[in-house]
T-cell receptor, first 116, second 114 residues
Framework: DTAVSQTPKYLVTQMGNDKSIKCEQN?????MYWYKQDSKKFLKIMFS???????INETVPNRFSPKSPDKAHLNLHINSLELGDSAVYFC???????????????FGPGTRLTVL | KQEVTQIPAALSVPEGENLVLNCSFT??????LQWFRQDPGKGLTSLLL?????REQTSGRLNASLDKSSGRSTLYIAASQPGDSATYLC?????????????FGRGTSLIVHP
């Protein structure tokens, strides 16, 4: 069984559109994350969410917003897509709310977003 | 602001060599350090997690050490194999309020040729 899954795997869209990427984890973890990996393979955290607290990387534009319908899901919504949003987006999860989610991180397979 | 540097950026070695990958970080107030591997077009797979109170962790042919005071970690790969070819990433975790924020290095791209 896949521990952390993301859909879609590939997403190609036009500039200005709004899109969502879904993430689900079946590990029972209480903390989930979104990362962006750019064309130079540099991985940067975008959000950390543990059901009560959302930590936003201050460099993330407010066009990006995480939505968590329940503990097992953290979806990423992106409004008014721009060319520079093209990247691979990874979802991850870890365990340990009382310790700030500091356990081992498990990553999803990634979603490659291409904005034309 | 935490900065994580990985050296070397790329490495190409013949099969069977013992390897050392380096990771350095600027802020020693960390909770843990994690080593990952990433295969082309795939997500990250956790290799080893070292808590701030620990000095090293071992798993099979892999050994990771942590020296918080000097801001360094090394990943040692014994008897390298072609299947070890991948990008190896180091991530240093810190606290922000009640949450945990990891900062990644840019990785070491490893090729082990037969």
């Amino acid at each position: 069984d896949t521990a952390v899954s993301q859909t879609p795997k590939y997403l190609v869209t036009q500039m200005g559109n709004d899109k969502s990427i879904k993430c689900e984890q079946n590990l029972g973890h209480d903390t989930m994350y979104w990362y962006k990996q750019d064309s130079k393979k540099f991985l940067k955290i975008m959000f950390s969410y543990n059901n009560k607290e959302l930590i936003i990387n201050e460099t993330v534009p407010n066009r990006f917003s995480p939505k968590s319908p329940d503990k097992a899901h953290l979806n990423l919504h992106i409004n008014s897509l721009e060319l520079g949003d093209s990247a691979v987006y990874f979802c991850a999860s870890s365990q340990g709310r009382t310790s700030g989610g500091r356990g081992t991180q498990y990553f999803g397979p990634g979603t490659r977003l291409t904005v034309l | 602001k935490q900065e994580v540097t990985q050296i070397p950026a790329a490495l190409s070695v013949p099969e069977g060599e013992n390897l050392v990958l380096n990771c350095s970080f600027t802020d020693s107030a960390i909770y843990n350090l994690q080593w990952f591997r990433q295969d082309p077009g795939k997500g990250l797979t956790s290799l080893l997690l070292i808590q701030s109170s620990q000095r090293e962790q071992t798993s099979g042919r892999l050994n990771a050490s942590l020296d918080k005071s000097s801001g360094r970690s090394t990943l040692y790969i014994a008897a390298s194999q072609p299947g070890d070819s991948a990008t190896y990433l180091c991530a240093v975790g810190r606290a922000s309020g009640g949450s945990y924020i990891p900062t990644f290095g840019r990785g070491t791209s490893l090729i082990v040729h037969p």
